[in-house]
């Protein structure tokens, strides 16, 4: 519409005056949509992001004033504007509504606690600055309490918000910790960047346990899908960076869902690169543990982690399953060599099928000679006490159904493709 508006007005014949609420209202308006538009443009808005949002909401509630002030105050045109304000009143009170439930503010205020049962910063730490590094990029590991116990999926993510580090900034951080169950403690890797983050680097210490003051932290989540992992048979999980924090805690769940029997996977596969060495330190305890739990699996499944990185000194095997490499990961070679034995067991499955359904036409292809011969020797049967010649020999014949076990049900088709439930009973015949 605006598009449209601006387009006639350009056109037409007539000077457009700008004068009067309404026409200025409308260039105020419009003005704000094309800025919008503008700031959203990626780049931009990744350099600078946090002045990207105030501008974005500064310019929306601009925009809002203009259409009110510019559209005739009768009910049918303003209706439009109404209707999708209602809407963002609605969602943003309930997103407020969940904020405080999650943050458990309502247990605070009926049982007289208040503040007291807000969630707090449980840790911030980070390590100590190795030989090799600045310490410029130690990541940070964030640790929540909250009241109430929060059941996460894996790879569930929060918007956090710090009252000390920014009033207006809320961010999201995927929660590395995954336990399976509800849990009351969150921890967050995080990378240290220009701003919110950055602040939040200068507090953590090397020590564990400390919170630097930091006290009360609020946050809106879990947010995000989760990703139906244990339902596939063959994984393979690419990282880079801190892209293996939001992979960690759904290699954790497999890991737990192989060995409940809850996960199908067969095979899995985690290639993860970096160059962040203070990142390996900060990652390598988690991928310990899983690595740890795995050993229970078994043959049951395979499971096989590669680590790529051209800075890390120290190249070492983890465990039977993770090795470390100082090359670039060679993603095609190591997605081809996944996909390899998917293939092969596609094909000894398909030629399997092939073999049974071969067999099944033979027998069926048997059974019927079998019924045709009876049929002849019966008739033959009938000619011969046509004829006077009484013969018995059709008696003797094994009666076609007396081989066949009937099923007692039909085959049943599960959620799972792979499985098939008969209940199978032989006849009473046998
Ligand atoms: C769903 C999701 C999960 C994430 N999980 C993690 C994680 O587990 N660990 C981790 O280290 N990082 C994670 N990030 C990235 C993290 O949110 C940003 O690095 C952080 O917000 C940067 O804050 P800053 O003020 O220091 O950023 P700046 O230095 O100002 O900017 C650095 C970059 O972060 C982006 N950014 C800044 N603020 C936000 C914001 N509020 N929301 C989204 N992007 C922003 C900017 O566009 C820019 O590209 C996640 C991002 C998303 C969207």
């Not at 601009?62 to 209706?79: K, N, T, Y």
């Not at 209707?83 to 407020?96: F, K, M, N, Q």
């Not at 509504?97 to 606690?113: A, E, H, K, P």
């Not at 403690?185 to 983050?197: D, F, V």
């Given at each position: 519409m605006v598009i449209f508006h601006a387009v006639v007005m350009v056109l037409s014949p007539r000077r457009f005056i700008l004068r009067g609420v309404k026409r200025i209202s409308a260039v105020v308006g419009g003005s704000s949509l094309v800025l919008i538009t503008l700031l959203s443009w990626y780049p931009l808005r990744r350099r600078c992001y946090e002045i990207f949002l105030r501008l974005h909401h500064t310019?929306?509630?601009?925009?809002?004033?203009?259409?009110?002030?510019?559209?005739?105050?009768?009910?049918?045109?303003?209706?439009?504007?109404?209707?999708?304000?209602?809407?963002?009143?609605?969602?943003?009170?309930?997103?407020?509504?969940?904020?405080?439930?999650?943050?458990?503010?309502?247990?605070?205020?009926?049982?007289?606690?208040?503040?007291?049962?807000?969630?707090?910063?449980?840790?911030?730490?980070?390590y100590p600055v190795r030989d090799n590094s600045d310490g410029y990029k130690n990541p940070i590991q964030f640790m929540i309490h909250c009241p109430e116990p929060l059941q996460i999926d894996a790879g569930q993510y929060?918007?956090?918000?710090?009252?000390?580090?920014?009033?207006?900034?809320?961010?999201?951080?995927?929660?590395?910790?995954?336990?399976?169950?509800?849990?009351?403690?969150?921890?967050?890797?995080?990378?240290?960047?220009?701003?919110?983050?950055?602040?939040?680097?200068?507090?953590?210490?090397d020590v564990s346990g400390q919170t630097m003051g930091l006290g009360r932290v609020l946050f809106t989540g879990p947010h995000g899908a989760s990703i139906p992992v244990g339902d596939y048979e063959y994984l393979f999980m690419v990282a880079s960076g801190y892209g293996i924090v939001a992979q960690l805690p759904l290699l954790e769940r497999l890991v737990h869902g192989v060995l409940a029997r809850e996960a199908r996977a067969l095979r899995i596969r985690l290639v993860w690169e970096f160059e962040d060495t203070d990142l390996y330190d900060a990652v390598v305890p988690i991928l310990n543990w899983v690595l740890y739990e795995a050993q229970k699996l078994g043959k049951n499944c395979a499971l096989t982690i590669s680590l790529y990185s051209t800075q890390l000194v120290l190249l070492n095997k983890l465990s039977q399953r993770a090795m470390v490499y100082d090359t670039h990961i060679p993603l095609k070679g190591a997605f081809d060599a996944e996909i390899a034995p998917m293939d092969a067991r596609k094909m000894g499955e398909n030629e399997a099928?092939?073999?049974a359904a071969e067999k099944r036409a033979q027998e069926i292809g048997r059974g019927r000679e079998e019924i045709m011969e009876e049929i002849m020797k019966k008739r033959v049967g009938k000619v011969g006490r046509w004829q006077g010649n009484i013969t018995n020999e059709a008696q003797d014949v094994q009666q076609p159904d007396e081989k066949i076990d009937e099923l007692e049900t039909l085959p049943l088709c599960t959620k799972s493709p792979r499985m098939l439930i008969t209940d199978y009973q032989p006849s009473d015949k046998n």
């Open positions: 310019l929306a509630a601009v925009l809002v004033v203009s259409a009110l002030l510019h559209v005739p105050s009768e009910l049918v045109p303003r209706i439009y504007i109404y209707v999708g304000l209602g809407i963002y009143a609605i969602t943003l009170t309930a997103e407020a509504l969940l904020l405080v439930r999650r943050n458990g503010v309502f247990i605070g205020i009926f049982t007289n606690t208040r503040w007291g049962r807000l969630p707090r910063v449980g840790e911030i730490f980070k929060i918007n956090v918000w710090v009252g000390s580090l920014g009033i207006m900034q809320t961010h999201p951080f995927v929660v590395a910790s995954w336990t399976g169950n509800q849990q009351t403690k969150l921890m967050l890797i995080i990378e240290p960047r220009r701003g919110w983050t950055k602040r939040l680097q200068s507090k953590a210490m099928a092939q073999r």
